[in-house]
Every structure is written in structure tokens, then in C-alpha cells.
């Protein structure tokens, strides 16, 4: 276990949370994407498949995926973390860190739970991410940690939105 925030505690996945995080994955897409995604994409998201491919990403281990919960009987899972080498293939030079997905309970929207995800994952270390570019909310939250768009913008296959590259060097 990691260190507890306001009321939440941080650790890191294990295979058997892929359920957990599917679900919340999917119920995080929905809440944030929601004007950004294609409603026709948001309304395809196949839980199940989306289960599977949690519990590979988790037993590959090629990147570390933590979790945040809010303790309870069955503690409720409200931040999501996942960090590791970049696979960017680009042409230009991105930090080699990559910041790969964060996603927080919309009910805990500015309570300093993604600053404490941010943290663990990969500190104040150089680091690149990829963010929707008509993601406004999430991109001033980046510029205000230090990432900058970097010039290097892309169509993500899976949705068909265009997307930015941002940088902390």
C-alpha cells in the first residue's frame, strides 16, 4: 500500500483488478469524453472486451498501472494511474517516460487525487502524454504541471479524434 490521501489509498494493479477497471475505465470515457468521442464509439465500448485487455496489459507488465480506492467493504476503485516507456514512434524526440492513462472519479474532480496519481507515476521527471485535443479541461490541467504541447498531433485509430502530444522536459 501507498500512502493515503484524503480518504483514498493508493497500489498498485494486479490482473485480478482488470474487471474493476474495465468497468471504471469505460463509466471515466463516458464521463469525460462525452462532446469529444464520437457518441457512436462511447456507445460500443464492450466492457467484457475491454476486461480482457486489462488483465493482459496487467500480467505483460510492459507498463505499471496503480489504482486508487476509497476504503469500504468492497473498496471502491476512483483513480487510475499507468505509466512505462514511451512507444512513440514519431519522428520528434519525446522524453522516454510516458504518462499513459489517468483517469479520476468525476466526484472527486479537484480534490488533489490526480496530483497524488501524477505523483506516484512518475513524479516531476521529464514525460510525455497524449491528450484529445479538444480535451480542454484535461489539457489545462497538464500545462498547469508543467507539460506543453510539443507540435506533434495525431488521429487516434480507435476513435477518430485528433490528438496532441504534450511534453515535460
Not at 475491454?50 to 480506492?69: C, Q, Y
Not at 499513459?100 to 505523483?119: H, I, Q
Request: charged share 25%; aromatic share 8%.
Amino acid at each position: 500500500m501507498i500512502p493515503r490521501g484524503r480518504g483514498w489509498s493508493l497500489r498498485r494493479a494486479i490482473a485480478e483488478d482488470a474487471p474493476s477497471i474495465a468497468r471504471f475505465h469505460t463509466a471515466c470515457w463516458v464521463d469525460a469524453y462525452r462532446g469529444i468521442v464520437p457518441h457512436a464509439v462511447l456507445d460500443a465500448i464492450d466492457v467484457e472486451a475491454r476486461t480482457a485487455r486489462w488483465r493482459r496489459r496487467l500480467s505483460e507488465g510492459r507498463r505499471t498501472t496503480a489504482v486508487a480506492e476509497l476504503p469500504g467493504t468492497t473498496p471502491r476503485l476512483v483513480g487510475l494511474v499507468t505509466w512505462g516507456s514511451s512507444h512513440d514512434l514519431c519522428e520528434a524526440e519525446p522524453p522516454t517516460l510516458e504518462l499513459a492513462s489517468l483517469y479520476v472519479a468525476r466526484d472527486l474532480w479537484g480534490t488533489g487525487l490526480a496530483d497524488a496519481l501524477v505523483a506516484h507515476a512518475i513524479g516531476d521527471a521529464p514525460a510525455q502524454l497524449w491528450v484529445y485535443a479538444a480535451n480542454g479541461r484535461a489539457r489545462a490541467y497538464y500545462e498547469r504541471r508543467g507539460f506543453l504541447p510539443d507540435g506533434v498531433e495525431q488521429v487516434d485509430e480507435a476513435t477518430g479524434v485528433w490528438e496532441c502530444r504534450y511534453a515535460r522536459r
